[in-house]
């Protein structure tokens, strides 16, 4: 079963200028989870969808971060105009209701940073 | 709202030790707890998962348990390997399929 698969795994802008990061969940998985980790820190959600509905956004900063799930396969998570403090670790997860309990599978993850 | 931490932040052990990693939460409302290693520059590999019915689990030398009446879980590596030198994180869940709050992990470092 092929894992989840992020890109691009590095990426280095400027501050105020805008990013996007791809995701693709394991097949068959219709929960899809974007983290953010900075370094020394736990991840922290950003967002989650349910297919291509969104569950849970209260952690998003909506004014500069957006993220989209079409079809409720793939999704993108996008940064405009990024700041000096988002340089981070974004993960994404996605997960399925298997024996009772939805285990999370993350990807290896897109490192920003932000100059 | 759910806080997780993790003791200690950082370990270092000969090889061949038995050791245990902690973790709390304050909610007890916790649903199921996962353990997660990190290796450097890469994602989270999923160690184990305990269901909010259940006490333990284990998978080869892991062992995790979870005591929600005391807002703690642990995990226990037997005979540790520098393989398994990492960092470990332990996160809840406060229903099912929600997000996951995580601690900010314990690094460990096992030497040969």
């Known amino acids: 079963e092929a894992g989840v698969a992020q890109s691009p795994r590095y990426k280095i802008i400027e501050k105020r200028q805008s990013v996007a990061f791809w995701c693709n969940p394991i097949s068959g998985h219709a929960t899809l989870y974007w983290y953010q980790q900075i370094l020394g820190q736990g991840p922290k959600l950003l967002i989650q969808f349910q297919n291509n509905g969104v569950v849970d956004d209260s952690q998003l900063p909506k004014d500069r971060f957006s993220a989209e799930r079409l079809k409720g396969v793939d999704s993108t998570l996008k940064i405009q105009p990024a700041k000096l403090e988002d340089s981070a670790v974004y993960l994404c997860?996605?997960?399925?209701?298997?024996?009772?309990?939805?285990?999370?599978?993350f990807g290896p993850g897109t490192r920003l940073t932000v100059l | 709202k759910q806080e997780v931490t993790q003791i200690p932040a950082a370990l270092s052990v000969p090889e061949g030790e038995n050791l245990v990693l902690n973790c709390s939460f304050t909610d007890s409302a916790i649903y199921n707890l996962q353990w997660f290693r990190q290796d450097p520059g890469k994602g989270l590999t999923s160690l184990l998962l305990?269901?909010?019915?259940?006490r333990e689990q284990t998978s080869g030398r892991l062992n995790a348990s979870l005591d929600k009446s005391s807002g703690r879980s642990t995990l226990y590596i037997a005979a540790s390997q520098p393989g398994d030198s990492a960092t470990y994180l332990c996160?809840?869940?406060?229903?099912?399929?929600?997000?996951?709050?995580f601690g900010e992990g314990t690094q460990l470092t096992v030497n040969p």
């Open positions: 305990i269901q909010s019915s259940q």
């Open positions: 996160a809840g869940e406060e229903t099912s399929g929600s997000r996951l709050t």
């Open positions: 997860a996605s997960s399925s209701l298997r024996q009772g309990a939805h285990e999370q599978f």
